[in-house]
């Protein structure tokens, strides 16, 4: 199985911090990483896809590095709303799309 | 646009008790896929579609079946249920011109006993 690795947390981070997560793959082949944010006993919903050349979204920074293996997601400025299990998706490169979740990082924000 | 919907939201089963869990969206999506999550295990791809009357195997597909009879349905058949398959079930779809982008519905809790 194509391996996608997460620090399960959770990490507990004041109101305003910067916060950082990292995801490693194994298959070097993978084309495509996504980060999805999961709040507690709902569905996965996709926060931001993952460019070579990395990706901006107001707060929240998207990070690839090929030759490591890994992406990153960088938060700035957390909110109390930001709490939420974040997870990787990784593609399987295979001839459909199927992706490879890992098991998600688990972030707290407190007042 | 509903989006991606689940029916049922919570089902309580017997051992060896069959159902059928469904998932339809509105969006035109030609893939369609069924995942399960599971305490310290993430989400694993159980079976997918890539389109109306397809489906294929993915990561754990034993003891599951399904059908794509409608582009717009995908269905998750449970045959004899078993306290392992105890879990959410999450389908998700994804839009043609965006393969990778996945859409997921509200889920399914699924308890068996």
Not at chain 1, 72 to 98: E, F, H, M, P, Q
Request: hydrophobic share 30%.
């Amino acid at each position: 199985r194509k391996e996608v690795e997460q620090d399960p947390g959770p990490f507990n981070v004041p109101e305003g911090a910067t916060v950082a997560f990292n995801c490693t793959y194994s298959n070097s082949a993978s084309q495509s990483f996504f980060w999805y944010r999961q709040d507690c006993r709902k569905e996965p919903k996709l926060l931001m896809s993952v460019y070579s050349s990395g990706n901006e979204d107001g707060r929240f920074t998207a990070q690839l590095n090929r030759a490591s293996q890994y992406i990153s997601l960088l938060i700035r400025d957390s909110k109390l709303s930001d709490s939420a299990t974040y997870l990787c998706a990784v593609n399987d490169n295979s001839g459909y799309s199927t992706l490879t979740f890992g098991k998600g990082t688990m972030l707290l924000v407190s007042p | 646009n509903a989006g991606v919907t689940q029916t049922p939201k919570f089902r309580v089963l017997k051992t060896g008790q069959s159902m059928t869990l469904l998932c339809a969206q509105d969006m035109n999506h030609e893939y369609m896929y069924w995942y399960r999550q599971d305490p310290g295990m993430g989400l694993r791809l159980i079976h997918y579609s890539v389109g109306e009357g397809t489906t294929a195997k993915g990561e754990v597909p034993d003891g599951y079946n399904v059908s794509r009879l409608k582009k717009q349905n995908f269905l998750l058949g449970l045959e004899s249920a078993a306290p392992s398959q105890t879990s959410v079930y999450f389908c998700a779809s994804s839009p043609p011109q965006d393969q990778e982008t996945q859409y997921f519905g509200p889920g399914t809790r699924l308890l068996v006993l």
